[in-house]
Structures are given as structure tokens and as C-alpha cells.
């Protein structure tokens, strides 16, 4: 039995009873409000759905027990903020979002309860005061650090012959952009790699920056978590392939279309653990003392087809250790 398949069933049995009986008692029905990233549910696909059935599996039924409100900026900085305002002036019982759309919704307000998913370091990057201690009105979800990032750098190292250069694509008008930098460049500097940066704030500059790496004698690649980059997910790992650049990505969502390899969190189980956290802020618990979650399951995922056609050979004894391998 899958992983997921268990969660699910597990999830089916914790129907969350004092919800529903609140909504019976006639008390006001609880606003949950998200602001995601991309421009539409679908392009959300399959984080989306996973939040929906996140609140369904704690007996949350939208319209009936909860009202569930949710904006989609399309990677938009000015959206961001209008639609941060607006989700706030809406005085929702609990705001909702993911890495880049967390400092807008504090930005927006320092009194209603938020949870955000998929922060990088939330310490440095200020949203929280500790993992054990949030203090303010903030808690989430973690899905990176220093030994994600040297695992990363690590495999790659282990599958390209020789590998010293790895090119790190990220979009400087996201927050989170110079730590995921910042991050991996100290963990592969402890194993011989140098780390360079290659910008692309649009569509429109993604295949400028491949050019770039190449130009270089970039041998890898790896791009920065989320935003524009699970937004580009079809295409980044075919613009990787056309420059002969090993793509280590970051998520199976990520992986799916063509990447060489991936070794991340799952991300579909964050964004069921983010619901719950709401869920504890919508039953009395403050977000001060609610501790920020740190990932302790990991997906590695190898694809071999593409291995073959950058001409590389897996090691055995990674192959081994894959969750899950495309042949």
C-alpha cells in the first residue's frame, strides 16, 4: 500500500466531530482564506486539491461548516499585495499560503492567525521567532534546509563524472530567492562544487538563463523551490535536457516531466499538515505556541530514461536506495 493511500485512510477516520457540531449549533461558520501563486486551481494541480481534501478528511465540508476563499496572483508582486489586502479586509478566521505569499499575508496583518507551507527558513527569513516558539500570529510548514541542499548537491555529484559546477535557477523577485542560494552554495562548497546563480524573473528570460548556463560550463542544474519554478515545471526540464544539464528538482511535481532527479519533501502531504495546523488555530490554539513543522519524510526519485539520454549511468547503489525509478 502507498504512503498516500494510508494517509488517506488513516485521514478518513479523523472526521472532525466538534467542527461540524459547531456549525449545528448555529455559530458563526469559520473563514479559511488561501492566497496560492499561480494564476488558477488548475495550475495549483495537485497542491489545490490536496488542501481541499486536507479540510475534507477533518470533516470540513465548504459552505457548510467553513467558508473556504481563495486568490490567485499568477506570480504577480502587485497581485500578491492586493490580494493579501483583500483576503485581510475579509477578517477571515485563518489566512493560508505558501512560501512567497506568507510575507505578503504578514505584511497585511499582524493579528489574524497564519499558516503558511513550503518556507524555506522561516528564523532567517523573519516570518517566525523559532521553530518550538512562533511567537506573533504565524506557524507552518519548513521544507528546506542546509542537508536538503547538500543532498541534493551530493547526488548529483554522485551520477555526473567529475561534477564541480552547478548552476542554481531562481527568480530575484521572489524573497526566498538568495537563501535558497545562500543555503546551497555552503553545502556544496563542503563538497568541491561551486554554486553560480542564473536569474530569470519571467518566462520570457528562462531560456536566456540556460543559454547563460551553458556559456558558463555549468555541468548541473538546480532551481530554486516554488514560485515561477513549479509554474515552469513542463519546461524547465526540457530546456535542461536541450542544454545537456543534469536537473536535480525539488518535488515529484517537479520531477514528473522529464528531470533527471528529485529529492525533496512531499508536497501534497505539506499541504494535508497545513490544514491540520488550521484547523488547531479554528479550535482555540494560538499560532505563538504552535511549533513550525519540519520535514522528516523524504521522496528520491530517479528518472533513468533521461539519464540515458544526457548519457549518464545511474550507480547501483543509488538506484538502490530511489523511491521511485522511471525506467
Given at each position: ?39 488558477s486551481?488548475?495550475?495549483?494541480y ?5 488542501v ?58 499582524k493579528?489574524?492567525?497564519?499558516v503558511?507551507s ?7 527569513m523573519?516570518?517566525?521567532a ?53 543555503v ?12 553560480r ?7 520570457d ?25 513549479f ?28 528531470a ?13 499538515r ?15 505556541d ?21 548519457g ?16
Amino acid at each position: 500500500m502507498r504512503r498516500r493511500e494510508f494517509i488517506g485512510l488513516v485521514g478518513g477516520a479523523l472526521v472532525a466531530a466538534p467542527s461540524i457540531a459547531r456549525a449545528q449549533s448555529g455559530k458563526r461558520i469559520p473563514t479559511v482564506a488561501y492566497l496560492w501563486h499561480a494564476c488558477s486551481a488548475k495550475e495549483e494541480y495537485p497542491y489545490y486539491d490536496a488542501v481541499i481534501e486536507g479540510f475534507a478528511r477533518l470533516g470540513y465540508v465548504n459552505g457548510r461548516n467553513i467558508d473556504l476563499e481563495h486568490r490567485f496572483p499568477d506570480e504577480k508582486p502587485e497581485r500578491f499585495a492586493s490580494m493579501a489586502a483583500e483576503l485581510v479586509a475579509m477578517n477571515p478566521d485563518v489566512l493560508m499560503g505558501g512560501s512567497i505569499a506568507s510575507f505578503y499575508l504578514q505584511a497585511a496583518t499582524k493579528t489574524i492567525p497564519i499558516v503558511f507551507s513550503f518556507v524555506p527558513d522561516p528564523v532567517r527569513m523573519k516570518l517566525v521567532a523559532s521553530f518550538a516558539r512562533p511567537g506573533g500570529n504565524i506557524t507552518g510548514l519548513s521544507n528546506f534546509g542546509l542537508d536538503i541542499a547538500g543532498k541534493r548537491v551530493q547526488l548529483l555529484k554522485e551520477i555526473v563524472p567529475g561534477l564541480s559546477r552547478v548552476a542554481m535557477l531562481i527568480n530575484s523577485n521572489q524573497q526566498s530567492a538568495s537563501m535558497y542560494v545562500d543555503v546551497t552554495r555552503a553545502a556544496a562548497a563542503n563538497l568541491g562544487v561551486i554554486v553560480r546563480e542564473f536569474d530569470a524573473r519571467s518566462g520570457d528570460e528562462l531560456a536566456g538563463a540556460f543559454d547563460e548556463m551553458v556559456r558558463a560550463g555549468m555541468q548541473a542544474m538546480i532551481p530554486a523551490q516554488g514560485g515561477t519554478a513549479f509554474q515552469w515545471r513542463a519546461l524547465i526540464p526540457k530546456l535542461a535536457l536541450d542544454h545537456h544539464l543534469a536537473l536535480c528538482a525539488f518535488s515529484r511535481e517537479t520531477f514528473e516531466h522529464g528531470a533527471l532527479i528529485s529529492y525533496g519533501v512531499d508536497s501534497v502531504e505539506t499541504c494535508y499538515r497545513a490544514t491540520v495546523l488550521a484547523d488547531k488555530i479554528l479550535r482555540g490554539a494560538k499560532p505563538s505556541d504552535i511549533p513550525v513543522e519540519q520535514p522528516t519524510k523524504f521522496e528520491f526519485l530517479v528518472n533513468r530514461r533521461t539519464a540515458k539520454m544526457l548519457g549518464l549511468t545511474i550507480p547501483a547503489a543509488l538506484l538502490a536506495t530511489a523511491d521511485e525509478v522511471v525506467e
